[in-house]
């Protein structure tokens, strides 16, 4: 029998049952949807996670606070972030670190020190809890943020330790709604600062919300509300990329040279670049894409298994069909590549209509999401594709191949007695 006749058959078996197809066919689909889903929520959440880090610029290197731990790479990376989570506290990252950075390394051309905290701002009757986020003066020419009115606080206002603020968008509509804040007062630990300026609106940016922010000199806020004489990070502004990693070498350095560390695995900072930035954010957007391609299979193989049990029927149910076409001169190949074909041409439709639906969803996903706000980028990656067909053409083989066997293998005289 021809290739062309075995697939007529297996064609006519399958139209002719209908509902059967349909239901076994919905299995499938289910499953290629949600790769194709998932691949392109992958691809997004990169995209998102990646636009949002260059929103922060893609010239900067980040020092921050780290508790020393036994281990090197990402595993010691987890440790130190467990270690802060339950309440150990890193104070050696000072600003004399800071200082010594800018000054010895010629590619370092800019940057700003950091501390963060929480507290209650209040105007007249008007309070609210807020972010307090301490900053050299050099901060406002190396972020992307914006003074909309007022200034922004001068290097002399930071050493002589000035009590004056700049308020997020969210904190200043909240105090002073439509009037002008600059130049009154608010409370904030009982102490009065004086409102400078108001940042333009921003939003949110890697889940924090830059409106909500109470931008203060660093010194005032380390010395008169937190009462500390450390930093939390470091963002250092550098002329050429391309030496990314030599700089954040000769960081390193300096910072064990003034901690007096010898031994890399009691390094209390870690030293970040852009682009290790981005690869551990990739990394982690591929395993969690990992993650949900192997739940998604478990949904495959209950499909699969939905396959092989409609073949088995399919096979009992033409039994006495099977016998004819054997008795009549059909060999083994032609009853084995007929039910077989049964199977693929099920699987391989249910993976046509699930990369068509998966691409549909993906598409309203990212329409919803920027809609709501999110800059989501569509995109559905080529190995969405390609991964869909293979999973459907392995599962269609694999769960095929054996009622086919069992069908080819049945004895014709046998056969035509049931």
Do not use: C
Request: charged share 25%.
């Amino acid at each position: 029998m021809s290739i062309k006749q075995t697939i007529e058959l297996a064609l006519k078996s399958i139209i002719a049952n209908k509902l059967r197809t349909a239901l076994t066919v919905l299995g499938i689909v289910i499953g290629i949807t949600a790769i194709m889903v998932v691949f392109s929520a992958g691809e997004g959440i990169s995209s998102l996670i990646n636009g949002q880090l260059e929103s922060f610029g893609t010239d900067f290197i980040e020092t921050e606070i780290k508790i020393p731990s036994k281990k090197t790479g990402t595993g010691g990376d987890i440790e130190g972030a467990q270690a802060m989570a339950f309440g150990a506290q890193v104070t050696t990252l000072t600003l004399k670190d800071f200082d010594d950075i800018k000054k010895t390394i010629p590619n370092v051309v800019g940057g700003y020190a950091a501390i963060m905290g929480q507290e209650k701002i209040s105007y007249l009757n008007e309070s609210r809890k807020g972010m307090l986020y301490g900053v050299t003066s050099e901060f406002i020419d190396i972020d992307k943020g914006e003074v909309e009115s007022g200034n922004f606080f001068s290097e002399a206002d930071d050493k002589s330790l000035s009590q004056v603020i700049v308020l997020g968008s969210d904190i200043k509509e909240d105090l002073f709604g439509d009037s002008d804040p600059i130049g009154k007062y608010v409370k904030l630990k009982k102490k009065k600062f004086k409102v400078i300026g108001v940042m333009e609106e921003r939003g949110q940016v890697m889940s924090m919300n830059f409106d909500d922010y109470i931008y203060i000199p660093l010194r005032t806020l380390q010395k008169k509300i937190m009462g500390v004489d450390y930093a939390q990070f470091f963002i250092h502004k550098l002329q050429d990329m391309d030496i990314a990693d030599d700089t954040a070498e000769e960081m390193r350095y300096i910072l064990r040279d003034n901690h007096d560390i010898t031994d890399p695995l009691k390094d209390d900072f870690r030293v970040v670049t852009m682009d290790e930035m981005m690869s551990m954010m990739d990394d982690i957007t591929s395993a969690i894409t990992l993650l949900l391609i192997a739940i998604v299979i478990i949904s495959l193989i209950v499909g699969g298994v939905g396959i092989l049990n409609v073949m088995y029927v399919i096979v009992a149910e033409r039994t006495a069909e099977i016998g004819l076409r054997k008795a009549v001169g059909a060999k083994f190949a032609d009853i084995m590549w007929q039910f077989l074909l049964e199977a693929i041409v099920i699987t391989m439709l249910g993976s046509i209509i699930g990369i068509i639906l998966g691409v549909l969803i993906s598409w309203g996903l990212a329409a919803g999401l920027n809609q709501a706000g999110f800059d989501w980028t569509f995109a559905v990656p080529l190995k969405a594709f390609i991964i869909s067909f293979l999973f459907a053409l392995t599962f269609g083989v694999f769960f095929g191949v054996y009622p086919a066997r069992k069908a080819a293998k049945l004895d014709p005289i046998e056969a035509l007695r049931k």
